[in-house]
């Protein structure tokens, strides 16, 4: 099914296990716990859809253009996201353990409680983005930006936080969570 075009499409409970959709052009879909599992996307298009609580585990997502996208509580285990384009929209609930999302235009997404456990994010722009709970744990932040972020309820102490870019109500923040009394 390479260069496939699905246009304004409801899927629910489908399995696109291992299809090859490469090249394929998604737009104004919506994916219902769909499994995607090992499911080839290289060079896909896919924008103005949703995708609700779908396995995307083994996908092969290289060079894909995510576009604003509603990406609730996916599963991204193991999948290559490695030179995908992740523009805008919303991937709360989503699970992006050890993906390689370096130098991303994160700007006004919406990430909340959204799992980065070890992942590459080195470099990426946050700004303006929602946070609120993220697990950043063993992540590489190194270089990114946070500056007008939401970044309330994550576990600092677990952050290397070398060279990240905050405002200074995120740093007062941030020291809080260290134990640090910040008086005004």
């Not at 924008?47 to 991204?76: H, N, Q, T």
């Not at 290559?80 to 993906?99: K, T």
């Amino acid at each position: 099914m390479t260069g496939i075009a699905w246009h304004h499409q409801d899927f629910e409970e489908k399995s696109f296990r291992h299809a090859i959709l490469d090249h394929a052009d998604i737009r104004h879909c919506r994916f219902v716990r769909c499994d995607f599992t090992g499911v080839s996307l290289r060079g896909a298009v896919i924008k103005d859809s949703m995708f609700v609580a779908c396995e995307w585990k083994w996908a092969l997502l290289f060079g894909a253009s995510l576009v604003d996208l509603k990406m609730m509580a996916g599963i991204f285990d193991e999948a290559d996201l490695r030179g995908a384009l992740i523009r805008g929209g919303d991937w709360g609930a989503s699970r992006l353990r050890n993906q390689s999302l370096r130098h991303q235009d994160f700007s006004g997404m919406s990430w909340n409680d959204a799992d980065f456990y070890g992942a590459d994010l080195r470099d990426c722009d946050f700004t303006r983005a929602d946070l609120t709970r993220v697990m950043l744990a063993q992540a590489k932040i190194a270089g990114a930006d946070l500056r007008g972020a939401e970044i309330g309820g994550i576990d600092w102490k677990t952050v290397d936080l070398t060279k990240v870019k905050v405002d200074s109500a995120q740093a007062i923040l941030i020291a809080r969570s260290f134990g640090a009394e910040v008086i005004d």
